[in-house]
């Protein structure tokens, strides 16, 4: 039985200067879990044709919790709850946007290359009306477990696998992780029946029970999946993501994710009211 109930092909967005790989949202809002936006970028730059910080990119969010996963680069963080760090390859930042925050970021390729991953992830309603937060993890503060038996990795970014738990908050049962899949491994991964799942693979080649994915194309897996199996057929960076469906009305509108069209509305207001306080580029 085919495991996929679709399989989607990212598409071209403008982010400032750069374009993005976005996977999810496209016509419309398709959670996984508690997933409902994920951007992957894959930037040729020099450090001098990264916009510095001045605030023309720094932007709102409420209701959600970013998270930036870096394969290669560095990213720093500034918010206007005064919260500040920076991230380098292997690592994360999450930002819980909570009832409402700004904040901007800015980036340093490696080698000239800067690539990665945002997702966000849709909060409750009570997590919707708490204050933010922000935390940062290492490569070195995340666990990587190895799997299969040619060398392949999983790395847990969000949730658990086995025994090996992140530090990442989360409100619910969701997870995060990342597959560093060695040429001809094949592994068997299992899943939780009642939850929902999706795999992106951002670079190389694999099989997932016999469906092909290829690069920076996002299959949507069947509910009801108790275990996966796949098969590397060429060194490849997988990322299966997903939890617990989410069960709260979702409408969202640019930034902000909330429950209803009348606190989209005050998401806004209170925006340009300035109720989400301004950075202070001090810091910097």
Known sequence: MKLFKSIISSVSHSM?????NRVMPQQEITP???FVFLDHFDISATPEQIPKPDGKLA?????I???????????????????KG???SGGVQWMKAGNGIVHDEWA??????????QFWLNLNAKGKSESPAYKALSNEQLPVVNIGKLGSTLKVIIGKYKN?????????????????LKSGDEIQLPLNKSDQYATFLASGLIEVTGEELQPSQQGFLRNGIKKTSILAKENSELFIFGGEKYEEPIVSGGPFVMNSEEEMATAYKEFQLGKYRTIDYSKI
């Open 16 to 20: 400032g200067p750069f374009s993005v």
């Open 32 to 34: 996984v879990g508690a």
């Open 59 to 63: 932007h709102p969010h409420r209701g």
């Open 65 to 83: 919790a970013t998270l930036t996963y870096l394969l290669k680069g560095e990213v720093t963080h500034l918010d206007s709850y005064g919260h």
């Open 86 to 88: 920076t991230v380098d």
């Open 108 to 117: 340093k390729p490696i080698n000239n290359k800067l690539i990665g991953l």
């Open 164 to 180: 090996y738990r992140s530090d990442i908050p989360v409100e619910s049962r969701q997870l995060l992780f990342h597959l560093s």
